[in-house]
């Protein structure tokens, strides 16, 4: 299970991190700000999103759990030191699968996450690109194509040739999959992905 924690306190968000690691079998990522949010979604794809309320930012947590749930498949835990019953409310139209009231401590994030697991556990469609929102929306006809002929092996010269472009804009195509997707350039980063979620670009 992948759980992305939205959190712009570094020193709560090691702490929920470091108690779901140690009681929990899943993977986590730390998104600090929503530029990180925007970088880690498309690359990490979490089932779970614990997400602070309070960002400090234009959008809050709400809004942009709204936001992501038009291109993303997950559930979510609020976590806040808002105690509103407005702000209760507003969030609770969201379906959250809880909703945790800072200050966090260890027995109040164990217990969100007992009881969220099992459902989680049983949606197999979370941690996916929505189906209303495929790679089509996100990445060219040509980028496609790429991913595809990368998927065979093919170098950026190959493909070149493939396509009748010049080895110039096939890594212009790269690295612009590469920014969308949220993934580094480099590593095989791009062909790691494509291997993964390769059936998204059928």
């Known amino acids: 299970m992948r759980i992305l924690?939205?959190?712009?306190?570094?020193?709560?968000?090691?702490?929920?991190e470091q108690q779901l690691t140690a009681n929990f079998g899943c993977s986590t990522a730390i998104a600090l700000n929503q530029?990180?949010?925007?970088?880690?979604?498309?690359?990490?794809?979490?089932?779970?999103?614990?997400?602070?309320?309070?960002?400090?930012?234009?959008?809050?947590g709400i809004t942009l759990v709204e936001n992501l749930r038009q291109q993303f498949v997950f559930e979510v835990i609020f976590i806040t030191s808002y105690q509103s019953k407005a702000i209760i409310e507003r969030a609770l139209l969201y379906q959250p699968l809880n909703y945790i009231i800072k200050p966090v401590d260890e027995a109040a994030v164990f217990a969100a996450l007992k009881l969220a697991?099992?459902?989680?556990?049983?949606?197999?469609?979370?941690?996916?690109i929505c189906d209303t929102t495929p790679l089509h929306q996100m990445l060219?006809?040509?980028?496609?194509?790429?991913?595809?002929?990368?998927?065979?092996?093919?170098?950026?010269?190959?493909?070149?040739?493939?396509?009748?472009?010049?080895?110039?804009?096939?890594?212009?195509h790269r690295h612009s999959i590469c920014r969308k997707l949220g993934l580094k350039d480099g590593n095989n980063a791009l062909l790691k992905w494509a291997i993964q979620y390769k059936e998204w670009l059928r």
């Not at 924690?5 to 929920?16: H, M, N, Q, V």
């Not at 556990?121 to 941690?127: D, F, P, R, T, V």
């Not at 040739?161 to 212009?172: A, G, H, M, V």
């Open 5 to 16: 924690i939205i959190e712009d306190e570094i020193i709560i968000a090691r702490f929920i």
């Open 35 to 60: 530029k990180e949010v925007e970088d880690t979604m498309p690359r990490f794809l979490p089932h779970l999103i614990l997400c602070d309320i309070n960002l400090k930012e234009e959008r809050d």
């Open 117 to 128: 697991w099992p459902l989680i556990e049983a949606n197999k469609k979370l941690g996916r």
């Open 140 to 172: 060219s006809q040509t980028e496609r194509k790429i991913i595809r002929l990368i998927l065979q092996n093919k170098t950026s010269r190959e493909i070149a040739s493939l396509l009748f472009l010049s080895p110039y804009t096939i890594k212009n």
